[in-house]
């Protein structure tokens, strides 16, 4: 079983919807959560990062944690063609090594 | 101005041969990473260097050896190149192996093996 799993995809979804991506994970170790996106061709981007639970926004974009549940969302907001990437879970431990969960591709269609 | 770079973005190549993959960057970062990308996305780390010492190295076939002669530089040398070889690889660097570990990647090496 791999140490980080998410849900299935891809996915494809019209411009202006909420798009929600999850992924759950075993180690209970981890407790930096971060989210990569990946456009075509090109490699990873961090896009936001959170210590610990709770919640982070950063413009359209919003992280969860539930440490409890061992499950982390990203949540997109008012979708735009130009969100269409791959988006890509990542956690660390106090250590620092990331270890990454299978991408998911996210289309939004104008 | 490019953070992490790489050399070659493609290669195609033969079974058997053997190949290299540069990577550089210029963030004056302690640490740096070798990634597998398959198809599915699923990034996979090969490697990793902490100021020109190997610190991770993962369940990679002995075909694949790192180099690292200055901290700013990993280059990854491939032997006897397979068809499972095929894939993306990126390298990435950040500072110091921290809780945060923010990883800054290079646009990736798209290998072919025929």
């Known amino acids: 079983q791999k140490e980080v799993e998410k849900d299935p995809g891809p996915l494809s979804v019209p411009e202006g919807a909420i798009v929600s991506l999850n992924c759950t994970y075993s180690?209970?170790?981890?407790?930096?959560f971060m989210w990569y996106r990946q456009y075509s061709r090109k490699g990873p981007e961090l896009l936001m990062y959170t210590y610990s639970s709770g919640n982070k926004e950063d413009g359209r974009f919003t992280a969860q944690v539930d440490k409890s549940s061992k499950y982390i969302s990203l949540f997109i907001r008012d979708s735009q063609p130009s969100d269409s990437a791959t988006y890509l879970c990542a956690m660390s431990t106090n250590a620092g090594k990331s270890t990454f969960g299978d991408g998911t591709t996210l289309t939004v269609k104008p | 101005d490019t953070a992490v770079s790489q050399t070659p973005k493609y290669l195609v190549t033969q079974m058997g041969n053997d190949k290299s993959i540069k990577c550089e960057q210029n963030l004056g970062h302690d640490t740096m990473y070798w990634y597998k990308q398959d198809s599915k996305k699923f990034l996979k780390i090969m490697f990793s260097y902490n100021n020109k010492e190997l610190i991770i190295n993962e369940t990679v076939p002995n075909r694949f050896s790192p180099k690292s002669p200055d901290k700013a530089h990993l280059n990854l040398h491939i032997n006897s190149l397979e068809l499972g070889d095929s894939a993306v690889y990126f390298c990435?660097?950040?500072?110091?192996?921290?809780?945060?570990?923010?990883?800054?990647f290079g646009p990736g090496t798209r290998l072919t093996v025929l």
């Open positions: 180690n209970s170790a981890f407790q930096y």
């Open positions: 990435a660097s950040s500072q110091a192996g921290t809780g945060t570990d923010t990883q800054y």
